[in-house]
């Protein structure tokens, strides 16, 4: 339920956000297929069905070992790997853990110090 913002004499309503894959869809079939369109309708079946896919990693998840609070990449993947048939399965596999390397190592290399090589400690006699 949208909240009340006050400012002044004017009461604006808050728009509740949707969460939407609509852009994220579109950029793939560009990249995919650059001279094809897509219509509206096919947009938002397309968003349903990755929220669907989603929620249910999230369920299986969930259902399958309330013992701990993380999701680990591993879980994930064998979620996927049960939820989605064959080659499918095999692309949306090999396409998580190429997304998720790659993440890693811009992680690691933003958060690496600077090798500045071995200090000299030893004091010269003048």
Do not use: W
């Not at 852009?23 to 793939?28: A, D, L, N, S, T």
């Not at 309330?66 to 499918?88: D, H, M, Y």
């Not at 596999?93 to 090798?115: C, D, M, N, W």
Request: aromatic share 8%; proline share 5%; glycine share 4%.
């Amino acid at each position: 339920r949208p909240k009340n913002i006050t400012k002044g004499d004017k009461t604006k309503r808050r728009i509740k956000r949707k969460e939407s894959y609509t852009v994220y869809i579109y950029k793939v079939l560009k990249q995919v297929h650059p001279d094809t369109g897509i219509p509206s309708k096919a947009i938002n079946i397309m968003n349903s069905f990755v929220n669907d896919i989603f929620k249910r990693i999230a369920a299986s998840r969930l259902a399958h070992c309330n013992k701990r609070c993380t999701i680990t990449s591993r879980e994930i993947q064998s979620a996927v790997r049960l939820l989605l048939p064959g080659e499918l399965a095999k692309h949306a596999v090999s396409e998580g853990t190429k997304a998720y390397l790659f993440r890693r190592i811009i992680f690691s290399r933003q958060h690496r110090r600077p090798f500045s090589g071995p200090q000299n400690t030893i004091k010269k006699e003048t």
